[in-house]
């Protein structure tokens, strides 16, 4: 059962255009979510978090949309460079006793073309 | 800038053969982690450890065993290698295991044979 679901496997953007990347979950205990992003033969680099009870949050370039009601999660980078070509990752965790335990999305490639 | 440091980087085993995965960090971070990744699929938790002396399972710890050595290293080890083992591990820690980004290492890409 993936409670964390990232249903785009790709997407392309052109240079200077918004990329959103979605992810979805179906744990209503979650209340911590993430974004990582990977470039090959290296691991996760965090991108951003947000706490459930925001439900926005911004750190230069990227944003991060929290929809608590529709358990929708979105990352906006504005605008896109070709550095940002890579896997992303989304992740939640839960309250107590689960919240050291990540459960991550499958990823999305993002190109970002000149 | 080290963060978190893995060691092997690359190995390949025999079925049966034993290995031990090293992680250290340098961040003075409590809790630590290890996820195995597989094609097509998220990182799934393996074991982690909340705090130096403490160890639980996560999603997927059948086959591994760990040691938190001291706070800045956490060992994973496969006592007799399956090919299901075959993955690529990474370890992370984070301040705390309560919202706070976990940060990962480089990765050790295994191959059982």
């Known amino acids: 059962d993936q409670q964390v679901k990232q249903n785009s496997p790709s997407l392309s953007v052109q240079e200077g255009r918004i990329s959103i990347l979605n992810c979805d979950y179906t744990n209503s205990m979650f209340d911590y979510f993430l974004w990582y992003k990977k470039y090959p033969a290296e691991g996760p680099t965090f991108l951003i978090s947000i706490s459930s009870i925001k439900d926005k949050n911004e750190d230069g370039r990227f944003t991060v949309f929290l929809n608590k009601s529709a358990k929708h999660l979105s990352l906006h980078i504005v605008p896109s460079q070709p550095g940002d070509s890579a896997v992303y990752f989304c992740?939640?965790?839960?309250?107590?006793?689960?919240?050291?335990?990540?459960?991550f999305g499958t990823g999305t490639r993002l190109q970002v073309t000149l | 800038n080290a963060g978190v440091t893995q060691t092997p980087k690359f190995q390949v085993l025999k079925t049966g053969q034993s290995m031990t995965l090293q992680c250290a960090q340098d961040?003075?971070?409590?809790?630590m982690y290890w996820y195995r990744q597989d094609p097509g699929m998220g990182l799934r938790l393996i074991y982690y450890s909340a705090s130096e002396g403490t160890t639980d399972k996560g999603e997927v710890p059948n086959g591994y065993n760990v040691s938190r050595l001291n706070k800045r290293e956490f060992s994973l080890r496969l006592e007799s290698a399956a090919p299901s083992q075959t993955s690529v591990y990474f370890c992370?820690?984070?301040?705390?295991?309560?919202?706070?980004?976990?940060?990962f290492g480089d990765g050790t890409r295994l191959s059982i044979l």
């Open positions: 992740a939640a965790s839960g309250k107590g006793g689960t919240a050291s335990k990540l459960t």
């Open positions: 992370a820690s984070s301040e705390s295991v309560i919202n706070q980004p976990q940060h």
């Open positions: 961040m003075n971070h409590n809790s």
